[in-house]
């Protein structure tokens, strides 16, 4: 038999004056725990034993916490925090409270669609997720963590860094064979490193892009880091400096430092550049699309200097390169991104 607050004959003016009422809400708490006092293991299957419910009834709602199996809380409106929601209309409760058996009544209703439990939307953007996730279907999931970070930037020049990194990654974000909506790109700005400087852009300078990394927290959180350079990057051979456009810290590495593309200093265009280390970051080697790549043709790409295509191939230094080649798009994809497809 059921307490007074979900007697049989109730109307739907019953419930909505009960979602008003806080004793009303307490007495139901009252009600649902002696209901799963005894029901079947399958109730708990369905509801849980360890959530906080948005309870949606019509255009009403009710917060409920269940704990150990048990409602150990109730109250009118929508809970601050809730991880699943529960839909019914009012004339579902109805048809339970008026049921000779209002458990059975509310698990056929569950079975039948005629009460819906979802979780709950976590975020409705990335920022509202731990930094190596992102907001995907208003849930928080994993996503492969990139940390751009600014080289040789003043502390207010955060915009001028962003208006060249964003089109690098822009880029990567093109080519990347992966999933990129589990891809989450934090820009660092430049007031966490400001004037940060190096002297040779493949020995030092990673050591100055990873710390920068650590000074913003993505240290551990991060997959990988690229820096991007405001100023000319250099190798230092036999003392002297030689111009690059980037470098990766090794193959596969954490850290790379590249210029922007949008920067054409001394008749240097690097194009595509930042997506060229990031494939060295990944574990790819160099396509001899030109003949004089050091290094190539080994590695998990090795086949891609056969393919007909290599003469644009990103992993080469020809011009322009638009794609990865079949052996690093296949390596890529079942390999180091195969949780982000």
Known sequence: MLP??????????????????????????????????????????????????????????????????????????????????????????????????????????????????????????????????????????????????????????????????KPEMDLTVAHIPMNTDKLRIHYVNPSVCPNNQCTDVCRDCQNTAAECARRAGLQGVADKVVGVSKGDVAVYINGQPMLLCGCAGGIPAYTSVSRSRLYVEQGVYCYMTVVHELGHQLGLYHVDAVGDEGGACQGPNAADCQDSNKASDIMGYAWPQDHFGPAATSYLRTSVLSGYQ
Not at 5 to 19: G, W
Not at 53 to 62: D, E, I, M, N, T
């Open 4 to 165: 007074t607050v979900m007697s049989a004959d109730m109307t739907a003016s019953d419930i909505y004056n009960m979602l008003r009422d806080q004793a009303q809400l307490n007495t139901l708490m009252e009600t649902i725990n002696s209901g799963l006092a005894g029901a079947p293991e399958q109730i708990s299957i369905i509801i849980g034993t360890n959530r906080v419910y948005h309870v949606r009834l019509g255009s009403s709602s009710f917060g409920l916490t269940l704990s150990g199996g048990r409602v150990t809380a109730i109250s009118r409106g929508e809970p601050a925090n809730p991880t699943h929601i529960i839909y019914a209309s009012i004339t579902t409760v109805l048809n339970i409270a008026n049921a000779a058996d209002p458990v059975s009544e509310a698990i056929n209703a569950v079975l039948q669609g005629q009460i819906v439990i979802t979780t709950a939307p976590q975020c409705s953007a990335d920022s509202a997720c731990d930094d190596d996730e992102v907001c995907s279907g208003g849930q928080c999931v994993d996503a492969y963590t990139i940390a751009v970070v600014p080289m040789g930037y003043a502390a207010n020049e955060y915009q001028e860094f962003y208006d060249k990194a």
